[in-house]
């Protein structure tokens, strides 16, 4: 799924991805070998300024160093923003091509998002039809009657933000060559990496980023739900040290570190999203009939085996971390191959990032 091309892109045999988290930035560096592609080397670096937005020039220092923790193998670099920098919906819309569903969307925000967008750049992504056993789902009648539709995901982000990210990295020596909004990373990197899940099963993908948390619903390979709540790591761990009258740092040693003395303390942290979560999973069951069974979490608290029992408990679903860097060949230098096992989870947008550019 890529989104809003700076040009019209190639397939490039070195791939970089740069995950533009809020405190922490987590890039990739993917090589193309054959049919396959290689992990090389990842980064995760401290964001400069994570409680403000980065000026232009902060972030065109910010990308430089990132580039070089990468080994600036190529200036083509894919951006992946988040949730506060892109909108992204599923709607349907005329059976017209995505140009024109730009056009639409530019003049007519409000009808099909349900909010103003002004000065917003859009793109589309038109979903394929949905095969079932090896033929194409027939049409909806009530659908096809009058004009056709077509189910597609949109997204929309200010034209100054995505001028800033492209004259961000010319200024470094770079080309952004794709912004990409980064709720698609951990889907595109989920397919790869668990392709019999994706394809025959109904599950929920969530990502816990540092302020917010995604929850994307997949059947059998299809996107049906997309939710973003506004609980993150952040928030896991400034209540864990309020609480407990630790420092942050000590606070998020500890969440991560699965200390048995302070889980009655971090459980009323998790309750929340777990309460949220949880909402957005009975909205899909009531409405299909139909339990989620399965819940897949990546993000830097899924390292936290308590808080994937906590969640499991909360949502009444099996809660299990994956690696979204499972499906790629190993490439990676001495410190960072002892490491990947580790920090996978937290690289699902990065990687999915890379693939969205990539393909």
């Given at each position: 799924?890529?989104?809003?091309?700076?040009?019209?892109?190639?397939?490039?045999?070195?791939?970089?991805?740069?995950?533009?988290?809020?405190?922490?930035?987590?890039?990739?560096?993917?090589?193309?070998?054959?049919?396959?592609?290689?992990?090389?080397?990842?980064?995760?670096?401290?964001?400069?300024?994570?409680?403000?937005?980065?000026?232009?020039?902060?972030?065109?220092?910010?990308?430089?160093?990132?580039?070089?923790?990468?080994?600036?193998?190529?200036?083509?670099?894919?951006?992946?923003?988040?949730?506060?920098?892109?909108?992204?919906?599923?709607?349907?819309?005329?059976?017209?091509?995505?140009?024109?569903?730009?056009m639409v969307l530019k003049n007519n925000p409000k009808g099909y998002l349900q909010q103003e967008l002004l000065n917003h750049v859009y793109d589309c992504y038109i979903f394929p039809p949905r095969a079932t056993n090896g033929?194409?789902?027939?049409?909806?009648?009530?659908?096809?009657?009058?004009?056709?539709?077509?189910?597609?995901?949109?997204?929309?982000?200010?034209?100054?933000?995505?001028?800033?990210?492209?004259?961000?990295?010319?200024?470094?020596?770079?080309?952004?060559?794709?912004?990409?909004?980064?709720?698609?990373?951990?889907?595109?990197?989920?397919?790869?990496?668990?392709?019999?899940?994706?394809?025959?099963?109904?599950?929920?993908?969530?990502?816990?980023?540092?302020?917010?948390?995604?929850?994307?619903?997949?059947?059998?390979?299809?996107?049906?739900?997309?939710?973003?709540?506004?609980?993150?790591?952040?928030?896991?761990?400034?209540?864990?040290?309020?609480?407990?009258?630790?420092?942050?740092?000590?606070?998020?040693?500890?969440?991560?570190?699965?200390?048995?003395?302070?889980?009655?303390?971090?459980?009323?942290?998790?309750?929340?999203?777990?309460?949220?979560?949880?909402?957005?999973?009975?909205?899909?069951?009531?409405?299909?009939?139909?339990?989620?069974?399965?819940?897949?979490?990546?993000?830097?608290?899924?390292?936290?085996?308590?808080?994937?029992?906590?969640?499991?408990?909360?949502?009444?679903?099996?809660?299990?971390?994956?690696?979204?860097?499972?499906?790629?060949?190993?490439?990676?230098?001495?410190?960072?191959?002892?490491?990947?096992?580790?920090?996978?989870?937290?690289?699902?947008?990065?990687?999915?990032?890379?693939?969205?550019?990539?393909?």
């Amino acid at each position: 799924m890529p989104f809003l091309n700076s040009f019209s892109r190639k397939k490039r045999d070195q791939i970089i991805a740069i995950d533009l988290g809020s405190r922490t930035t987590k890039a990739v560096h993917l090589e193309r070998r054959g049919n396959s592609l290689a992990l090389c080397r990842y980064a995760l670096l401290d964001a400069p300024i994570y409680e403000k937005k980065m000026s232009p020039e902060l972030l065109s220092e910010h990308l430089r160093s990132v580039v070089e923790a990468l080994g600036n193998p190529t200036p083509y670099v894919t951006l992946a923003i988040g949730f506060d920098d892109a909108t992204v919906r599923q709607i349907e819309m005329p059976h017209i091509p995505v140009g024109e569903m730009r056009m639409v969307l530019k003049n007519n925000p409000k009808g099909y998002l349900q909010q103003e967008l002004l000065n917003h750049v859009y793109d589309c992504y038109i979903f394929p039809p949905r095969a079932t056993n090896g033929a194409t789902k027939p049409a909806d009648p009530l659908k096809t009657a009058g004009i056709p539709k077509l189910k597609v995901l949109v997204t929309a982000s200010r034209q100054q933000l995505v001028s800033d990210f492209q004259m961000a990295a010319k200024n470094a020596g770079l080309i952004a060559d794709c912004i990409v909004p980064g709720m698609i990373g951990p889907l595109n990197a989920f397919e790869m990496s668990q392709a019999e899940v994706f394809e025959n099963e109904l599950v929920a993908l969530v990502d816990i980023g540092f302020k917010h948390t995604s929850v994307c619903i997949l059947d059998h390979g299809e996107l049906v739900l997309t939710r973003v709540v506004n609980i993150g790591g952040d928030k896991l761990t400034t209540g864990l040290a309020e609480a407990m009258n630790i420092s942050y740092g000590e606070a998020e040693g500890i969440k991560v570190g699965m200390a048995p003395e302070v889980q009655p303390v971090l459980e009323l942290q998790v309750l929340p999203l777990g309460r949220e979560l949880r909402a957005s999973l009975d909205f899909f069951e009531h409405q299909q009939d139909r339990p989620i069974a399965q819940v897949f979490v990546s993000g830097g608290s899924a390292r936290s085996e308590m808080i994937l029992q906590m969640l499991h408990a909360e949502l009444i679903a099996e809660c299990q971390t994956w690696n979204p860097t499972a499906f790629l060949q190993q490439a990676l230098p001495g410190q960072q191959a002892v490491e990947i096992d580790h920090v996978g989870s937290q690289l699902g947008v990065a990687v999915g990032a890379a693939l969205a550019a990539g393909n």
